[in-house]
Nanobody, 132 residues
Framework: QLQLVESGGGLVQPGGSLRLSCAASEFTLDYYVIGWFRQAPGKEREGVSCISSGDGSTYYADSVKGRFTISRDNAKNTVYLQMNSLKPEDTAVYYC?????????????????????????WGKGTLVTVSS
């Protein structure tokens, strides 16, 4: 069964950094559009960052732009989310998801609330807590 596994979450103080990893078994991630999503208690899931499968173009939500960086390491079949200057409002369960590329190449489309429910595969999430 195709699986995505997130890791790297934990407790960090405001201003700190974490790097989340999304690894796959049974399939090659570089073929897929990959997204990072998060869900805070009592809130809807939101798209944080997505990366295309072709040219590697990226999308970031306004709330994380300039602080988070999404990247691929194809040799390790892993996608990362580097999170810097973390804030308490970044506290959430973070999920990675994958979707086979379609006609749409723009990564922002895959991160949009109207579309991300169609992602083919989801991990179980990793908890990030930003607190002093």
């Amino acid at each position: 069964q195709l699986q995505l596994v997130e890791s790297g979450g934990g407790l960090v103080q405001p201003g700190g950094s974490l790097r989340l990893s999304c690894a796959a078994s049974e399939f090659t991630l570089d073929y897929y559009v990959i997204g990072w999503f998060r869900q805070a208690p009592g809130k809807e899931r939101e798209g944080v960052s997505c990366i295309s499968s072709g040219d590697g173009s990226t999308y970031y939500a306004d709330s994380v732009k300039g602080r988070f960086t999404i990247s691929r390491d194809n040799a390790k079949n892993t996608v990362y989310l580097q999170m810097n200057s973390l804030k308490p409002e970044d506290t959430a369960v973070y999920y990675c998801a994958a979707e086979a590329p379609g006609v749409v190449q723009d990564p922002s489309w895959y991160c949009a609330e109207a579309n991300y429910h169609g992602m083919d595969y989801w991990g179980k999430g990793t908890l990030v807590t930003v607190s002093s």
